[in-house]
């Protein structure tokens, strides 16, 4: 069982003059998910080397069994400053492909051709795809095999816009991730801001925030079951 995760290589939050990136939780809670269930592993990015970590995923709130397990495992870390470039990779070699989030989506991976192909082909071939939390942002352009978005009419979650407005962004992300679903047909619902929810549709697996990162990898396990 190979399984593909792509991180942001995005850093800049807006203008704003601060850092963003991927968030930690939402990386080593699917990443252990995956490793414990006997996955071989592969990191990848836009830029490829070592993406950018959002700062606050690392303050101690933040901060979980699962994090404390990756900032421990050498393995872990090796892999992490080694992301292959995402144009260098091919959907073909593995069996599904997931996606963490973080704010740095919304600017990267949202408009990246190589990712949008990537997740098109993914599908095309019946493999699942997996994205939590500001992740479905690569949702945005990617088209079905009938021309339209791949959230048209399917089931689908992530980050909302009342959990944006809490964290004060709404004004500095380009687009808001449950608007952009919305407007591409998807059938967007929630659960309570910060509770776990996961909706699955088909081969798309998509989660709600960083509190649905582990319970998101574990959906898309089942699928590969």
């Given amino acids: 069982m190979k ?22 939780e939402e990386l080593a809670a699917p990443y252990y998910a995956f490793i414990d269930a006997g996955a071989e592993l592969t990191l990848a990015s836009p830029k490829g080397g070592q993406p950018p970590l959002d700062p606050k995923s690392n303050e101690p709130d933040f901060q979980t069994e699962a994090t404390h ?47 949008i192909a990537l997740i098109e082909a993914t599908i095309r071939t019946g493999k699942p795809v997996a994205v939590v939390c500001h992740a479905p942002a690569a949702l945005r352009h990617v088209k079905g095999s009938d021309g339209h978005p791949l959230v048209a009419g399917k089931a689908v ?21 449950e608007d952009m679903l919305k407007a591409n047909g998807g059938r967007y619902s929630k659960g309570a801001d910060w509770q776990s929810h996961v909706e699955v549709d088909g081969l798309l697996v998509t989660g709600q925030n960083p509190g649905s990162s582990e319970a998101t990898a574990h959906a898309l396990l089942k699928l590969l079951a």
């Fill in 157 to 177: 979650t992530g980050f909302s816009n009342s959990e944006e407005a809490a964290v004060g962004l709404t004004e500095v992300v380009p687009f808001l991730v």
């Fill in 69 to 115: 397990r990756f900032e421990a495992d050498p393995l872990a870390l090796k892999a992490l400053a080694n992301t292959r470039k995402l144009d260098e990779v091919s959907s073909a070699d593995f069996d599904a492909v997931f996606y963490p989030g973080g704010h740095g989506p919304l600017w990267d991976l949202a408009e990246d051709p190589h990712s």
């Fill in 3 to 24: 399984i593909l995760i792509v991180l942001t290589s995005h850093d800049t939050l807006g203008n704003t003059g601060k850092k963003t990136g991927f968030w930690l």
